[in-house]
C-alpha cells in the first residue's frame, strides 16, 4: 500500500473531491449522451453547469445523469433503456478504476481496494462498510484467499437525486470501478436503496463476480 493510498483514504482535499467529481460527470454524462445519440436521435437533454460547492455539483450532476436517463426510458421502454444504460456505464466504471488505480498505487490485496473505493465513493458522498466472508474475515489477505465480501452502503447523496432506473444504469459504473481498480475482483448490487431497501448491498467476489451489462 503507498502512503499516498493511505493518507487520501482517510482524509481527501476538497480541491482533490471536486476534480473528481467534475470528470465523474463528464464521463458519464458522455457515455448517456453517446447512448442517446445512438438509440434515440433527436433526443436532446438540456445540462444542468456544475458549480458551486461539492454537495451542488453532485446534485447538478445527478440530475443530468437522471434527465438522460428518463429520455433513453421514454424512447426505448424502462427494461431496454436499463439493459443498455448498464452496458454503457460499466467499461466507464473501469476506465476510472483503472486511472485510480495507477494514480494511487493500489496493489492486489485487498485492504488496497478497500482503501481505494472508500476514497472513489467519499467524491460521491457515499459511505460504505465491509462485512467479510470465509476464514480470512477481518483481515486485509490477498484476493487470491479472499473468497468474498458484501459491500453496505449506509449513506448515499446519490440515492436522494436518483430514480430506481437511474440508479440501476449508474450502479453498473461503480460495479466496473471495482473491476478497474482489481481486475481479480467483480462487484454486482443485490438491493439498492432507491428500490426502498434501508442499505444498498453488493458482492464482492473474485473475478467474473461483477454486473457487466446486467
Not at 493511505?6 to 454524462?29: G, K, Y
Not at 439493459?83 to 476506465?95: C, H, M, Q
Not at 448491498?201 to 473475478?207: F, N
Amino acid at each position: 500500500m503507498t502512503v499516498k493510498l493511505r493518507l487520501l483514504s482517510i482524509w481527501t482535499p476538497r480541491r482533490i473531491l471536486i476534480r473528481e467529481l467534475d470528470r465523474v460527470a463528464a464521463l458519464t454524462t458522455g457515455a448517456l449522451d453517446g447512448l442517446l445519440r445512438e438509440r434515440a436521435p433527436g433526443r436532446r437533454v438540456a445540462d444542468i453547469p456544475l458549480g458551486g460547492s461539492l454537495e451542488e455539483r453532485r446534485a447538478a450532476m445527478a440530475a443530468n445523469q437522471r434527465a438522460r436517463v428518463a429520455a433513453l426510458v421514454e424512447a426505448l421502454g424502462a427494461e431496454e433503456a436499463v439493459r443498455a444504460g448498464r452496458e454503457a456505464l460499466f467499461p466507464v466504471g473501469e476506465r476510472l478504476g483503472r486511472e485510480a488505480r495507477g494514480r494511487l498505487g493500489v496493489g492486489d490485496g485487498f485492504g488496497d481496494l478497500v482503501r481505494a473505493a472508500k476514497v472513489l465513493y467519499r467524491v460521491l458522498g457515499i459511505n460504505f462498510d465491509i462485512a467479510r466472508e470465509g476464514p480470512g474475515a477481518g483481515t486485509e489477505s490477498e484476493p487470491e484467499s479472499e473468497p468474498g465480501a458484501t459491500l453496505l452502503v449506509d449513506r448515499c447523496a446519490l440515492s436522494e437525486h436518483y430514480t430506481r432506473e437511474a440508479c440501476l444504469i449508474l450502479s453498473a459504473a461503480d460495479e466496473g470501478v471495482v473491476r478497474g481498480l482489481n481486475p481479480a475482483m467483480g462487484m454486482e448490487f443485490r438491493e439498492r436503496i432507491t428500490e426502498g431497501a434501508p442499505k444498498c448491498v453488493a458482492q464482492l467476489r473474485l473475478s467474473g463476480g461483477g454486473g457487466e451489462g446486467r
